[in-house]
């Protein structure tokens, strides 16, 4: 996906004049309108998701840019747009700077990851200072928009979901815990990392409260694994720990759990 497929050009004015930051989510709203793909819904509808997510916390990030942006259920695809403000507005801002770009993004429920990669793209892309000027500084929506495309060049990253799990295994008993990361340490593929972890009833036996009852003996051995695999291995992890431990609907002092990632990006070294 490019900037130049998402950023809509009748959604893009230069030059604005807005007394605050009232103003700015109602010209948002008027300017989303104009595009096609929210043709069935009301400016009203827009301006209300807009204030809404404001209310969580200011989308401008300083040094003078905002993104607003909202989620809206009957919108199909990412509406992107643009305002400059040559005297700034205040918008709440971390800095306390007025800001002068806007670049908006009204997105659909159902790709909240690549709303994510795309809020992160523009934030990426305007951290050159003299481009963000030349953008404040155009005269012309045609100007302001070149002039985004060329501080954004490149592709926004996109990613396939639904390729990798995360699985959690937590094992209450050292031996096995050797014998179950031993088992899967060699599976091609698998990002392992253990992290330490403790019985509740380490932390519930130090509350007045509590201690009588936590006053137990409760095993102390505590790990959780936890493996990002491809899909289509998660099964072969399961199969290798119930060779260690039989099946584990009837286990006890062993946990195993399984999600679906949305994203998963990046590796671990060895």
């Known amino acids: 996906m490019k900037f130049s497929d998402v950023v809509r050009v009748e959604c893009i004015r230069a030059q604005a004049s807005v007394e605050d930051k009232a103003m700015v989510l109602c010209e948002i709203a008027a300017l989303a309108g104009k595009s096609p793909l929210c043709r069935n819904i009301s400016e009203e509808t827009i301006l209300e998701a ?43 801002a971390p800095d306390h ?76 008993d050292r031996l096995t815990f050797e014998k179950i990361l031993g088992s899967i340490a060699g599976i091609e593929g698998a990002s392992l990392s253990v992290v330490d972890s403790q019985n509740i009833y380490q932390y519930l036996k130090a509350i007045p409260l509590f201690a009588a009852a936590s006053n137990h003996d409760h095993p102390e051995f505590c ?16 199969r290798r720990i119930e060779t260690i431990t039989g099946s584990l609907s009837k286990c006890s002092g062993i946990l195993v759990t399984v999600q679906e990632l949305a994203f998963c990006a990046g590796m671990l070294e060895a």
Do not use: W
Request: charged share 20%.
């Open 223 to 238: 790990k959780m694994i936890v493996a990002i695999v491809e899909r289509k291995l998660s099964n072969e992890i399961i």
């Open 50 to 92: 807009l204030q809404d997510r404001e209310t969580l916390g200011s989308t401008a990030f300083g040094n003078g840019i905002a993104i607003p942006h909202c989620r809206l259920k009957n919108v199909h695809d990412f509406v992107v747009g643009l305002i400059s403000i040559p005297d700034g507005v205040d918008f709440d």
């Open 97 to 172: 700077k007025k800001v002068h770009l806007v670049i908006f993004i009204i997105a659909p429920t159902t790709d909240s990851t690549t709303h994510i990669r795309l809020l992160s793209s523009i934030s990426q892309a305007l951290q050159d200072a003299a481009l963000v000027r030349k953008m404040i500084a155009a005269k012309s929506a045609k100007a302001l928009y070149e002039k985004f495309l060329q501080a954004a060049e490149g592709d926004i990253p996109t990613y396939e979901p639904g390729k990798k799990n995360q699985l959690h295994i937590f094992i209450q």
